[in-house]
């Protein structure tokens, strides 16, 4: 009780100093639960970005090499088709006979626009090795279409993906929650059934129940899906047997799909075999692109990137800088005070007080001014925290991929590609481990301003303190 | 029972080795009351810690009954004057955010009294210099006569063996310097201290039953 009673009468006469102190670690607690709390928001959109790219359940994603734009795609031996836009029309041309394409005509090409195809039989070999749990192959597809005009305006495009029904717990399409409509059973494997992103749905008057046309081909759609539109998600899902028959290698390029996939989505055994099952498949696969999710953060750009890095670099080394400033504060100001307090401890001694008793007074002041200043310190964190949700604009993330189109036009080739660009809202919150980590921080500015000032303590002699001013 | 031998105090001052006690031989007997006079800077007051155990000879003997005071360890030390040792001085040395009783109290926190017994002593302590009306008050709420009275209940509130005075009327009037002598003399008195004080003050000096002058470190006994 009497430690109580002598540490709240001290830090009552030296209430400044000690507000001083308090707010000098409150600073520096709010200031890294606000840069975590940002940082943590950030990742939880990157997160978001990626999970929903190929799906919760996925560790490693497998994908067929891009094709080059520049020269068109001719894989698997099949036909070259290209569409010219010239003086007198366009005109479409496969292994070089051309015809004429009258205005008005509607090219539909669904195509593996993005990745080379990859053997379907790779995924059963990537399901067969060592730590991985599960595999699925998938179609990512891009269904192009174009309409004849004389003034030739870029195509349309949505994106598809042929999904392995069979294994609906990996992929995109394990993150879509039906909205409405049914979703696939295993007896939708070969049948021409859609499922549509709400989103897409809602821009393009689509509904359960009503068709799409993709590669020329009249779908059912059977049920709309709500998807992370933080994911870039496909626009829509089709059975991956239906896929495979109607894709072609690349939209100019007449090379079936047929027991190909372009994605194989591979779940590892734990997450401290992600590295080794990468390996491995990339022996299996030389030429296919092995990624995991924090390889494709890398393929991000945008203003996510941006606040990520600015997060993790100014934010931390920020957070660091203010804090050491509040540590060097604290403990100069507990010298100070402990050095005019001199005489008080060598009287203290002098009745027989214990160096360690009066040490365990000091540190206990200190501890007193730490827990004080971690609770404004966790208030300014929680604002930071809100203002950043408050003013803070969504970031974006953008992911460009090339389309595959080839398309030559009176002033020359384009070889464009789709830039996905998605808001993603930044929610800065307070994690319960940023917490702890930010209060441990105040008491540990406080301990070791108490360290200093006990150091000083113990080198004091009752003799020396009392004779320096009595 | 004192018994000082050949007792030498030297500190390093730059250079130079200043002996501020310099070959002391002497005995105090257990309830002997010795005044100890001198001019300032001779040796007094590193005397009066040498007794007290807050500093150690740099050479001789500090008995207090039998145990050298220069050989305990320093927890030892630490006991010997919680427990047997009072000690008041010229400028009071309360703690100014503790009131009277707190201030008091705190000489018993070493020995680990318990709250309530604490409290009932504390209660007679300040009595006993007839500030019990004074409890609650802060230092800075006090006379320099008051404060001491307080410093003086602190010193005496363990029921030590010893009390070490260093010039406990140095920053008194008259009037009030009279008050706490006779204060002084009324508690050695009743409760058969051994008493030890220092004092430039002749007139004090000639009440105790011995006394003695601090000059260059060398001590001079009277009669």
């Known amino acids: 009780m009497f430690f109580f009673i002598y540490l709240a009468r001290e830090l009552r006469r030296r209430l400044r100093q000690a507000i001083f102190i308090a707010l000098g670690l409150a600073v520096g607690v709010g200031l890294v639960l606000t840069v975590t709390s940002a940082a943590a928001g950030v990742k939880n959109a990157q997160a978001d970005v990626l999970k929903g790219l190929y799906g919760v359940g996925t560790d490693i994603t497998v994908s067929g090499a891009a094709p080059s734009a520049q020269a068109p795609a001719n894989g698997g031996g099949g036909n070259s088709v290209q569409i010219q836009m010239g003086p007198n029309g366009a005109q479409m041309c496969v292994n070089g006979k051309c015809h004429a394409l009258k205005n008005g005509y509607t090219i539909d090409n669904l195509g593996s626009s993005s990745y080379s195809p990859i053997s379907a039989a790779s995924v059963a070999k990537i399901a067969a090795l060592h730590d991985v749990t599960a595999a699925a192959g998938g179609l990512l597809l891009t269904d192009n279409q174009t309409t004849i005009s004389s003034n030739p305006s870029p195509p349309t495009s949505f994106t598809v993906d042929g999904a392995d029904i069979s294994q609906p717990k990996l992929g995109p399409l394990s993150e879509a929650a039906v909205s409405s409509g049914r979703a696939f059973t295993a007896s939708d494997a070969d049948k021409n059934v859609a499922l549509v992103d709400k989103g897409y749905a809602a821009s393009n008057g689509l509904k359960a129940g009503g068709t799409i046309t993709i590669g020329g081909t009249k779908f059912a759609i059977i049920g709309l899906v709500e998807q992370s539109e933080g994911s870039s998600p496909p626009n829509v899902y089709i059975p991956l047997a239906r896929a495979q028959a109607l894709a072609k290698q690349g939209p100019a390029a007449g090379g079936s799909l047929k027991n190909d996939v372009n994605t194989i989505y591979v779940t590892a055994a734990s997450a401290s075999d992600i590295g080794a099952v990468q390996q491995e498949i990339a022996k299996l696969l030389p030429t296919a692109q092995v990624t995991t999710p924090s390889s494709l953060a890398n393929q991000v750009t945008g203003s996510l990137t941006s606040a990520a890095k600015l997060a993790n670099d100014l934010g931390k080394w920020l957070s660091i800088l203010v804090l050491i400033a509040a540590f060097a504060v604290a403990v100069l100001l507990t010298m100070a005070a402990v050095a005019r307090r001199v005489r008080e401890f060598g009287t203290l001694k002098a009745l027989g007080w214990r160096g360690r008793r009066i040490i365990a007074q000091v540190m206990g002041e200190s501890l007193a001014v730490g827990l004080l200043g971690a609770a404004i310190g966790v208030g300014l964190g929680y604002g930071g925290a809100a203002v950043i949700n408050a003013i803070a604009p969504s970031l974006s993330a953008t992911l460009t991929q090339p389309t595959g189109l080839h398309m030559m036009t009176p002033s020359g080739a384009i070889n464009p590609t789709s830039s996905h660009t998605v808001s993603v809202p930044l929610s800065a919150s307070v994690g319960g481990a940023a917490l702890a980590a930010a209060v441990g921080l105040a008491l540990l500015g406080a301990l070791l301003a108490g360290a200093f000032g006990s150091w000083r303590i113990g080198r004091l002699r009752p003799a020396d303190a009392i004779a320096k001013v009595g | ?223």
């Open chain 2, 1 to 223: 029972m004192y018994e000082l031998t050949g007792v030498s105090k030297a500190y390093r001052a730059g250079a130079r080795t200043v002996e501020a006690v310099a070959g002391v031989d002497l005995t105090i007997d257990d309830g002997e009351w010795i005044a100890i006079r001198g001019r300032t800077g001779h040796g007094k007051s590193t005397l009066l810690n040498l007794l007290g155990g807050l500093d150690r000879p740099t050479a001789g003997q500090v008995r207090l009954d039998g145990s050298d005071l220069g050989r305990l360890s320093d927890a030892e030390l630490t006991r010997v004057r919680a427990t047997a040792i009072g000690f008041v001085f010229q400028t009071f040395n309360l703690v100014p955010t503790l009131s009277a009783a707190e201030n008091v109290e705190a000489a018993l926190i070493p020995l680990r009294v318990p709250g309530a017994a604490r409290r009932r002593r504390v209660a007679a302590a300040l009595d006993s210099v007839g500030l019990a009306d004074r409890a609650g008050h802060l230092p800075s709420e006090l006379s320099g006569g008051q404060q001491q009275r307080v410093a003086i209940a602190r010193a005496l509130i363990k029921e030590p063996k010893v009390l070490l005075a260093d010039e406990p009327t140095g920053n008194l009037d008259e009037e009030t310097r009279d008050e706490i002598i006779a204060l002084m003399e009324k508690l050695w008195r009743e409760r058969g201290l051994t008493l030890v004080l220092v004092s430039h003050d002749g007139a004090i000096a000639r009440r105790a039953q011995r006394s003695a002058v601090m000059s260059r470190g060398h001590l001079a006994l009277r009669s």
